[in-house]
Every structure is written in structure tokens, then in C-alpha cells.
């Protein structure tokens, strides 16, 4: 299994930069910023935070070149996009009334051992509704990838050489943060999972991207009130942990049945708070017992007692 570290948000790169000093000694660091999309050239502080070893994969880039020279691809592309977001929003009309159903179960069933066995169920009915908003996803994507022949189209298959070949020659990997689902698009296309070998270092949106699933989330967005949303398979370079960058500006973590319910949902993932400055060192995919986590009845805890 890869050695994957997760850090809080960058504010001062501080933590990213002690990692790779002590991760990645030497040879060139390999570095995703997709998600950062039209910046992605904009990798004078990233170089510096990586010791002046950045080997970009400008996996943003490739994506449109491959883009504009396979118009075929392009058009199955917007095609794919457009039966997601259908699915998507079936996944959210469905979502605000299994996450009703729980709660109004809470507030209004007064006898506890049907209150209790009423949970269960509702609880189950939603964790249903995400595993199909998953396996739609998963459906979706695959037949895709069948129609186009994505891995034997010329463009995908030169690029993902390249990115492999580049991966194969560099002493880790680091996938920063940006817009998650241009990050999580883009591994994939390239097929990162099954190139990468040395150690990789993430942070925001590209611990979120590697993880088993993507969860999106923010109780306190610019407009209207929208609750957490598992959005899709992530990359899979490590398991049972969920991360929650920016968790204590994003989560209403003062609100315990709120949280509860999040972490019932996710289990038996463990949802991971990732605030500024913290770092996580996944040594076999196992979590260190002091990271912070929800844990069922909603509140912050560690996995230290005593």
C-alpha cells in the first residue's frame, strides 16, 4: 500500500514543506495542481515549498490538450458531465428527504424503542440512497470509459505514458488542493492510482480526491443552506478515512446531532477532521490514534483515552 501523508490547508506551507524535506530526501518531488485549473502554471511558491525540486505533471493541461485534439472525446466528455449533474440532482431532491426522515424521527417519535428501531431504519434508507448515488456514478463512468475506449484513444494513452514515466523517476508525489472534482477527473483520466509508488503528500481538495469517496461539504455556504454530499468514488490510495479540511470554518461542529448523523452515515469510514496545521501519517492505511475524528454521538474526539 502507498505511504500517504494528509495535512490541514496550506496557509503557510510550513507543514507541506517539513513533510516533503522528511518524506522525499531526494530527486524530484512530483506535484498535481489541478484542481488550482487556469493557475496551474503559477508554481513559483509550490516549488519553493518543494525545495526547487517540482516536477509538474500538468495534469490540467494535458486534459485539455487532449480535449482539443480528440473532438470525439470532448463531445462524450460534455455528454458524461451532463447525465451526472442529472444524477446529481435526483441524489440531492432524494437527499434533503431521507436527511428529513431521520431527524423528524428524532424530534417527534416519543416511545424510545421505537424511536430506536424508526432510526435504524431511516439511517439504513439513506445510507441505501448513497451507495446508489455511487453505483450510478460508478455505472455511469464505466460505460464511459467503454464507449470511448478511453485507454486506447492515442492522446489518453501518449499522456498517461508521460505521466507515468515522469511518476517512475521521481522520489514521491504531491497532490495539492483546489476544485475537487477537476482534481478527481483528471487522476483519473491519467490513471494515476496505478502509477504511483512512492510516497504522496496531499492536503485540502487532494486528501479529499484520494480518499475512498468524495464527500462535499459546508454548512455555511453563500447561499442557501446545503448538507454534506457523498459525490463520488475518489481515487482509493487509502481506506477507511474520510477527510474534513477547513472542518471548524466548513462544519456546524458545535451542533452534536448534526455531526451524529454525519458520522453514521459515513461509518464505517471514520470522518477526519483536518484543521490548519495538523498532519496525518497513514503508515499501512492505518489512522494514528490521536487524529481527531467525529465520533457517533457528534462530537470531536481522538482515539487516545485516559
Known amino acids: 500500500m502507498v505511504r500517504v501523508t494528509l495535512l490541514g490547508p496550506q496557509r503557510t506551507a510550513a507543514g507541506a514543506r517539513a513533510a516533503v524535506a522528511e518524506l522525499v530526501p531526494d530527486g524530484p518531488v512530483a506535484a498535481v495542481n489541478a484542481g488550482w485549473r487556469e493557475r496551474e502554471s503559477d508554481t513559483g511558491e509550490l516549488d519553493d515549498v518543494l525545495g526547487g525540486r517540482l516536477r509538474n505533471l500538468e495534469l490540467h493541461r494535458r486534459w485539455h490538450q487532449v480535449l482539443e485534439s480528440d473532438p470525439v472525446l470532448a463531445a462524450a466528455e460534455q455528454r458524461l458531465g451532463e447525465r451526472l449533474e442529472a444524477l446529481r440532482t435526483a441524489y440531492r431532491v432524494r437527499l434533503r428527504a431521507a436527511l428529513d426522515a431521520v431527524r423528524a424521527v428524532r424530534r417527534q417519535v416519543g416511545d424510545a424503542e421505537v424511536a430506536r428501531d424508526a432510526d435504524a431504519d431511516a439511517l439504513a434508507a439513506l445510507r441505501a440512497l448513497e451507495s446508489w448515488h455511487l453505483a450510478q456514478g460508478r455505472r455511469l463512468r464505466a460505460e464511459h470509459r467503454d464507449e470511448v475506449g478511453l485507454a ?155
Open 152 to 306: 486506447r484513444r492515442p492522446a489518453v494513452a501518449e499522456h498517461r505514458a508521460e505521466v507515468a514515466h515522469l511518476l517512475s523517476g521521481s522520489g514521491g508525489l504531491v497532490v495539492a488542493g483546489g476544485h475537487v472534482g477537476v482534481l478527481l477527473h483528471v487522476l483519473e483520466l491519467f490513471a494515476l492510482r496505478g502509477a504511483v509508488a512512492g510516497p504522496v503528500i496531499t492536503w485540502s481538495a487532494g486528501a479529499m480526491a484520494l480518499a475512498e469517496r468524495v464527500v462535499l461539504f459546508h454548512d455555511h455556504p453563500p447561499r442557501g443552506e446545503r448538507p454534506p454530499e457523498v459525490h463520488a468514488d475518489g481515487l482509493g490510495l487509502y481506506a477507511g478515512v474520510l477527510p474534513f479540511p477547513h472542518a471548524r470554518r466548513r462544519l456546524r461542529l458545535d451542533e452534536p446531532d448534526r455531526m451524529s448523523l454525519l458520522a453514521r452515515r459515513l461509518a464505517p469510514s471514520r470522518a477526519v477532521l483536518l484543521p490548519d496545521g495538523a498532519r496525518l501519517d497513514l503508515e499501512h492505511g492505518v489512522l494514528p490514534r490521536s487524529a481527531p475524528r467525529l465520533d457517533p454521538t457528534g462530537l470531536v474526539t481522538t482515539g487516545v483515552t485516559g
